[in-house]
């Protein structure tokens, strides 16, 4: 059932995003960065440095993401990944850079996300169309008081439309001071020791994913995925487009069904359609012909079958299309249409996938060492282990890491055990001492007070302020008295 209307966004991305790198920074077992490595000051003007270097690339991003928010239904979601995709195909060198630190990525992304606000206004304001969720909030807020969005917005109401429109110019001036003077406050949560960090962080992350629709299913699919997200990210997959696809499944769906209910399949000829899939073609084509780039050319050969995480992780991927095909084939042609071409094409990119683990690019070993500064690397064996478990670890031994990252995962999903007995605020606040006072090795009196000043927070805004709709426990089922003296039982 709680499957039944789709995931929300918020438990999705929190868990593709932030729990792989709470792992990481649980491995690691240190803070995430050393006190003698912050520099506000000198990064600010860097910052700068950086932006007006970039000019055009900003120029360009802002455009895209206030054209792409006046789309409503677009997505807030989707503009800052279209940026990226933007500008990892313009830029000189980004295939190379892009992912490793290259700042003009923060900068395309956050360039269309600023620009972003000032788009979707003009629908919601002009037409009383409301681009995405806040917007439709601001809605709700006009009809409040009686101001009715459209035309007489830009005629009648202009002075109401200018109030808007220098509101959201002067809280970016304004967030933009706030930032540069608080900088190196901001800057110092960085030398935070793990152990007192990585709790407070999950606390709220937990909080977050139970968001999306007040039900432990936001919390189980938010761990299910960022388990999931972890062996993406340590075997190479990007999790961007996994949750780009997850954003777009829904307009894809009704689009797709209302253009071949209304053209039947004759719209996949229209002139506009055939461009968009020529140059999807086109990069694909790039991307496994290994054809972009400046490297050394790449040449096919047969490689030695073997096993690895990539390949088993794919095989799992064809299975569950294949399985989802079988299933939808036994439906009526509206319900099928859709999950039949996204289960299709996905078999289709999975056996695509699988054929590389046994063919694989390889450059002349003259040419490998010139674009390698002189060192050739053994391309017969290093693509015998595809999961790079050391990336980012240091010296950290394989099973150091797979038994560190099981702690963590058994810690945040024994939290969630614990929720479901006794509730899920108290066992925040126990999750907070227990952790850091056991696993972290810290004070009775750090532990009390951090854990203590966290729990608090939580209680005063989720439970007495928001007056939040907790879930049902089992003691609560058990003992239902206790339900009227409590409420998160």
């Not at 000043?453 to 609560?476: K, R």
């Amino acid at each position: 059932l709680y499957l039944w209307d789709g995931m929300p966004i918020v438990p999705v991305a929190l868990g593709v995003f932030a729990i792989p790198e709470l792992c990481d920074l649980m491995i690691n077992r240190k803070a995430i960065a050393a006190e003698g490595e912050i520099d506000a000051m000198s990064g600010q003007w860097q910052g700068w440095k950086d932006a007006f270097g970039a000019w055009f690339l900003v120029l360009r991003t802002a455009i895209l993401g206030s054209c792409a928010a006046m789309v409503p239904g677009l997505g807030a979601s989707v503009i800052d990944w279209l940026a990226y995709g933007h500008a990892i195909r313009t830029e000189k060198g980004a295939t190379e850079t892009f992912g490793k630190g290259d700042v003009r990525g923060v900068i395309a992304a956050e360039s269309s996300t600023n620009a972003r606000e000032g788009g979707s206004l003009i629908p919601t304001i002009a037409f009383g169309v409301p681009a995405h969720a806040s917007m439709a909030i601001l809605l709700g807020a006009f009809l409040i008081q009686g101001i009715v969005p459209g035309p007489d917005m830009l005629s009648k109401h202009l002075d109401i439309t200018y109030t808007i429109v220098w509101s959201l110019t002067l809280a970016n001036v304004f967030g933009t001071i706030i930032c540069f003077a608080f900088a190196n406050q901001f800057a110092r949560i960085a030398t935070i020791r793990y152990t007192l960090l990585l709790p407070a962080i999950m606390t709220l992350v937990y909080l977050g994913g139970f968001e999306g629709q007040h039900s432990w299913g936001d919390i189980v699919a938010m761990l299910a995925l960022g388990s999931l997200a972890w062996l993406m990210k340590r075997n190479g997959w990007p999790r961007p487009p996994l949750v780009l696809g997850f954003i777009l499944g829904s307009l894809i769906e009704r689009y797709t069904f209302i253009s071949v209910e209304r053209y039947g399949w004759s719209w996949l000829t229209n002139w506009f359609v055939m461009i968009m899939f020529a140059l999807s073609i086109l990069g694909l084509a790039q991307r496994v012909l290994g054809t972009r780039g400046k490297g050394p050319k790449m040449t096919w050969t047969l490689r030695h079958p073997h096993v690895s995480m990539n390949g088993i992780i794919t095989a799992c991927f064809v299975l569950v299309f294949g399985g989802g095909l079988w299933t939808a084939v036994q439906w009526d042609f509206g319900a099928r249409l859709v999950p039949e071409i996204i289960t299709i094409w996905g078999i289709f990119f999975g056996l695509m996938l699988l054929a590389t683990e046994w063919f694989r690019s390889e450059a002349p070993k003259e040419q490998a060492a010139a674009g390698n500064g002189g060192q050739v690397e053994d391309i017969a064996t290093s693509g015998q282990m595809a999961m790079d478990l050391h990336m980012g670890y240091g010296t950290l031994t394989d099973r150091q890491v797979f038994g560190r990252a099981l702690i963590y995962f058994m810690w945040v999903w024994g939290v969630l055990l614990v929720s479901w007995l006794i509730g899920f605020l108290p066992t925040l606040g126990l999750f907070l001492l227990v952790f850091m006072r056991f696993h972290g090795k810290e004070s009775w009196l750090s532990s009390l007070l951090v854990g203590g000043c966290v729990s608090a927070a939580v209680w005063g805004i989720f439970d007495y302020l928001v007056n939040e709709p907790w879930p049902q426990t089992v003691i609560g089922d058990t003992f239902p008295v206790l339900r009227t003296i409590l409420p998160w039982f």
